[in-house]
């Protein structure tokens, strides 16, 4: 419960549904702590959801301030091709922070895993899967399994080097595209087109190749992506 206690300290700003902390000397919307809420009313919708139909209600709220979320990050990307965020979203001076990409992905996968697809649209994970691709085949990760750039989860203002909490965002969104593949019931749009409905699991984005997907085979994603699988 302590996901749902923490929105409840949040305030919406002109900047639209992205959160930022109430108490708290940061000023503007730092796009971890997005994620963070993000997976975190997630995490507590996944709990309602083994009481069947008792809380729907509850878990429709959840999924629709999720939704929210994910949507206000989309329309705020740094990179339109990785959709790489900066650590304030709206705030272009701030360093460019793959942590909370791994984190926003992660939330639009496990949303449409839990949600069953009905508050997930091709628009929102077209964008998780350039995300997916961007931070696993665009150099994010180096040899030792790490990802960058990152903040630093002790100083959110400051540029780290080094993060735990990076690595389990990553965990989380390969685990996320895992169950979201698994999922029976996939729509047949592809990425990128107008309609709002879902995207076809698996679907290849634009730019990647099936050598791509190979490459998950060997080196430290590999390691990644088969704790992932068994998390999922």
């Known amino acids: 419960m302590r996901a749902m206690v923490w929105t409840k300290v949040c305030i919406k700003t002109m900047f639209g549904a992205s959160k930022s902390h109430l108490f708290s000397p940061e ?3 730092w796009s ?6 993000a997976l975190g009313m997630l995490r507590v919708a ?13 878990k429709s709220d959840l999924f629709s301030w999720t939704a929210e979320i994910l949507d206000a990050m989309y329309a705020n990307t740094a990179l ?3 959709t790489l965020f900066h650590n304030y979203v709206d705030q272009g001076s701030t360093f460019l922070d793959a942590s909370s990409t791994a984190a926003i992905a992660a939330a639009t996968y496990h949303l449409a895993v839990l949600s069953e697809d009905k508050g997930t649209n091709s628009t929102r994970l077209s964008n998780a899967e350039r ?10 990760i180096d040899g030792d399994g790490w990802l960058s750039p990152v903040v630093d989860p002790y100083n959110f203002p400051k540029k780290g080097s080094h993060s735990a909490e990076a690595q389990a965002f990553v965990v989380s969104m390969l685990a996320g595209y895992q169950g979201w593949l698994e999922t029976e019931d996939g729509g047949a749009e592809d990425p990128g087109t107008e309609d709002s409905g879902t995207v076809e699991r698996g679907t290849e984005v ?3 190749s099936s050598a791509s997907h190979a490459s998950l085979n060997a080196g430290p994603l590999a390691a990644l992506a088969a704790l992932a699988c068994i998390l999922a």
């Open 32 to 37: 971890t702590g997005n994620g963070w809420a």
């Open 46 to 58: 996944g709990t309602y959801r083994a009481y069947g139909s008792e809380y729907d209600d509850l």
């Open 27 to 29: 000023v503007g919307h």
């Open 80 to 82: 339109a091709n990785t």
């Open 131 to 140: 995300a997916r691709h961007g931070l696993s085949f665009g150099g994010h």
């Open 206 to 208: 634009s730019g990647t």
